[in-house]
């Protein structure tokens, strides 16, 4: 039956909490229970943003049952005065863009990459197989924690890697929005493990799960974070992902999101003709975008699907939809081209060797 009314009163925290685990199917659910968000709130459900730009940049789906999206899109886009719907699967983007009226856009803007864990190992990239043996003669194995439990000097320990980490990256900010900054506050919800390696267990990375739900039971977790130090260790990332991937096929759990390809496989069939040909474009220009080609070229390693992501925007121009991303996520545009925009020739001569040893792996999502 439809809602009628405008938004309800303010939604406690534990009642988002109990809306994730009730309605979050969508790996991104669980972030937007992250600090520093705004939300329009209903008795029924709600829907994450943050104002970037002139823009109300939504982070995902509404968090609501399937039948209710509408009424809170549109009462969404009856309150909001400049609405933009980001990150969000084809039905929605449909769903917003008929709601909102002509003058709404959509295109797509890049692919998740989604391992099934009912997959055997035996179809996994050779690079995976590698790692995982250089993996085991250096000692390298994973230790689940949970952060609100851990001392001081364990946090210490977090916090110099986060640093290390972000002093390597392409990115060299803690990103928020599309990635929930690591907290130490936890709910029983999101999972955290240390990376260990050597004779002595010396802690040197962290990764960081958050759950998605289907019908009040977990049935995968999104990468959200993923970090480590430099290690003569070949192909951490490989080693930690499929590590993860085994003990949650161990527990039952059939999925495991690797995050977001963003300006890869782009999807524009039957969506806005000038606004797909800006993002398309926009894939062609930014291919040489190192830190984009190690996203792909990581997450390649494993089967899996790609779902596509949209966005939804009152805008004619792509690029005022990236300036808000960039905004919300808090990363500066120009350092962020200064570090890693590279000649596509450069880019493939040793991506594989950077992407897998020393230097910063992407953070997890995205």
């Excluded at 459900?45 to 730009?53: E, H, K, M, S």
């Excluded at 609100?148 to 392409?170: C, F, Q």
């Excluded at 289907?214 to 130090?229: C, H, K, M, P, T």
């Excluded at 009152?314 to 200064?338: D, N, Q």
Aim: hydrophobic content about 40%.
């Amino acid at each position: 039956m439809p809602r009628a009314g405008g938004p309800g009163p303010a939604i406690v925290r534990g009642v988002k909490h109990d809306l994730v685990r009730a309605h979050g199917s969508d790996p991104i659910a669980y972030s937007t229970l992250q600090a520093g968000l705004s939300y329009f709130e209903t008795s029924f459900g709600y829907l994450a943003y943050r104002r970037a730009f002139g823009f109300d940049l939504t982070l995902g789906p509404p968090v609501c049952a399937p039948g209710d999206r509408a009424e809170l899109l549109r009462r969404f886009l009856r309150e909001s005065r400049r609405p933009s719907f980001f990150y969000v699967q084809r039905d929605v983007a449909r769903l917003a863009a008929e709601l909102g009226g002509p003058r709404f856009r959509v295109s797509g803007m890049g692919v998740d990459k989604v391992m099934s864990l009912e997959v055997a190992e035996a179809a996994w990239d050779a690079r995976v197989g590698g790692a995982l043996k250089k993996a085991a003669r250096g000692g390298f194995d994973v230790v689940e924690v949970r952060p609100s439990e851990l001392g001081a000097g364990e946090r210490a320990r977090v916090d110099a890697i986060t640093r290390a980490y972000l002093r390597r990256s392409s990115v060299p900010v803690e990103m928020r929005f599309l990635n929930r900054p690591l907290a130490f506050e936890d709910h029983g919800l999101a999972r955290m493990f240390l990376l260990r390696q050597g004779a002595g267990a010396h802690v040197f990375g962290y990764a960081v799960l958050d759950p998605y739900f289907d019908g009040g039971r977990v049935q995968g977790y999104l990468l959200n974070l993923i970090r480590f130090e430099p290690t003569r260790l070949w192909g951490v990332y490989y080693a930690a992902v499929a590590t993860l991937a085994a003990r949650l096929r161990e527990e039952g759990v059939g999925q495991l999101s690797l995050g977001f390809c963003p300006l890869h496989a782009v999807d524009t069939e039957g969506c806005s003709p000038g606004l797909a040909r800006q993002v398309r474009w926009m894939e062609r220009q930014l291919a040489g975008v190192e830190y984009l080609a190690r996203l792909r070229e990581l997450k390649d390693a494993f089967p899996g699907w790609t779902p596509q992501r949209y966005f939804v925007t009152p805008s004619p121009w792509a690029v005022s939809t990236v300036v808000a991303l960039l905004r919300a996520c808090g990363v500066p545009f120009t350092e962020v081209l200064r570090r890693s925009l590279t000649i596509k020739s450069s880019s493939r001569e040793n991506p594989p060797a950077l992407a897998a040893r020393g230097s910063a792996p992407p953070s997890g999502c995205f």
